[in-house]
């Protein structure tokens, strides 16, 4: 066994946290403030080769593996956690479904142009009425000719607006239940889609969240991705892979917490020495490096096990749900290491704790995390 990272791993890592620091750092508490996506930092990412972290070059991408994919989440969230969400539901949500179900056309075509980063991708799942219980799901796609005819809405939608193509399941038969679900790849330009209301939100301001909108929306044939009926299947699998996408958000922003609380607990002088100086902060701090970094490995080992091709689901729900945790609990002690300045904007610790909030909810709350692990022990 070897923890060391590879030659490439290290030089992403350096490369993504040059960029973070350097360009995405800087303007990150005022996007949150402005809730204000800003489509020249994606471009950037384009440009590093980011969007297309681990697809192979024959379709646009820079052949890394998914543990360089995860390292550049992290770093990206340690500065700005709505940066590494873009990132990971472009790669994951929606790269990954076509990469993985997608024919050669649909790989050409979609996900060449996602990887180069010159169209961004989203994936709709929830609904107002199925979120956790995603089976359940109402909206439906009939067979019109060499079309599918889609109506139905998508809510919380990462990306939602700023979207070029969407994956999009909706029923095709549903007297097979989860088994009459399909996927479908959406383009905007499609005519019966609409980008529906934005979300005002907690954290992760500056990440659009939206509804999509499917009014007798025609959708060629040639989109359905994977088999119809597979469409469930393909939603699981890739959020098995998202989850870790997530587990790596949730580190970065939980690392970005405590490189400013250590920072301030040096600083900060009571009693007459550092607040670091006095145990009650000093095992504060302690605390949350190990948790953060016991996160960090659940993760990165779920990542290996994802390039390895070995089961994952069960490493990622795991990751998803400690750093998750960690991720709240992390910055909420930091919050309280900066006391009363801690509580105001004039420091980044109270953004990082509203932005960890999320990490237990989407791509499947802690809940039902706890649910895929524990369905998963029992049947082993
Ligand atoms: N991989 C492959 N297949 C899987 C699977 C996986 N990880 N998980 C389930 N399946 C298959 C099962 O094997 C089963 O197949 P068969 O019928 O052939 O046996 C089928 O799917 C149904 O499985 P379950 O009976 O376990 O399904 P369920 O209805 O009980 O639901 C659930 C399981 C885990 C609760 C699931 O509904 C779930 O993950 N819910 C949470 C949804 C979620 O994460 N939503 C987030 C949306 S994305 C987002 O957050 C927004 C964003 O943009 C970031």
């Known amino acids: ?47 590093l080769g980011l969007t297309g972290i681990p697809w192979p070059e024959e379709y646009g991408g820079i052949g890394a593996d998914y543990l360089s994919y995860c390292i550049a989440v992290e770093e990206l969230s340690r500065v700005c956690a709505s940066t590494g969400v873009t990132l990971s539901a472009h790669v994951s949500l929606a790269g990954w479904p076509v990469y993985m179900f997608g024919t050669e056309e649909q790989k ?32 439906t796609a009939e067979k019109d000719g060499d079309s599918y005819i889609l109506n139905g809405s998508k809510i919380f939608i990462t990306n939602g607006g700023l979207a070029d193509y969407y994956i999009v399941f909706a029923v095709t038969d549903a007297a097979k239940k989860h088994k009459g679900v ?39 044939a040639e989109n359905l991705l994977g088999e119809e009926g597979q469409g ?6 890739t959020l098995d892979g998202g989850r870790n996408g997530i587990a790596a958000q949730a580190v970065g922003i939980a690392q970005g917490a405590l490189d400013a609380s250590t920072g301030y ?27 953060i970094e016991a996160s960090r490995l659940l993760t990165y080992q779920a990542a290996w096990r994802e390039s390895e091709k070995l089961p994952y689901s069960k490493a990622s729900a795991m990751s998803k749900l400690m750093a998750g945790d960690t991720a709240m609990e992390v910055t909420t002690e930091a919050v309280q290491v900066f006391g009363g300045y801690g509580y105001t904007k004039e420091y980044p610790v109270e953004r990082y704790m509203r932005d960890a909030k999320i990490t237990q909810i989407y791509e499947g709350t802690n809940e039902i995390q706890r649910l895929v692990i524990s369905k998963m022990l029992l049947a082993d």
């Open 1 to 47: 066994m070897n923890f060391l990272l590879t030659d490439e791993q290290e030089m992403i890592r350096k490369m993504v946290r040059d960029f973070a620091v350097n360009e995405v750092g800087p303007t990150a508490a005022e996007r949150d403030e402005e809730e204000r996506f800003d489509r020249e930092i994606f471009d950037q990412m384009a440009e």
């Open 108 to 139: 050409q075509k979609y996900l060449r142009a996602m990887a180069e980063g010159s169209k961004i991708g989203a994936y709709g799942l929830t609904e107002p009425g199925s979120g956790s219980d995603a089976a359940n799901m109402k909206t």
């Open 182 to 220: 399909s996927a479908f790849i959406v383009e905007k330009e499609f005519p019966g889609f609409s980008v529906g209301k934005k979300e005002e939100k907690l954290g992760i301001r500056s990440s659009p969240t939206t509804e999509i909108i499917m009014e007798d929306c025609r959708v060629p």
């Open 232 to 237: 469930f299947k393909i939603a699981m699998m």
């Open 265 to 291: 607990a040096n600083e900060r002088k009571q009693f007459g020495k550092p607040i670091g100086e006095q145990q009650g902060v000093a095992f504060k701090l302690a605390d949350m490096a190990t948790k």
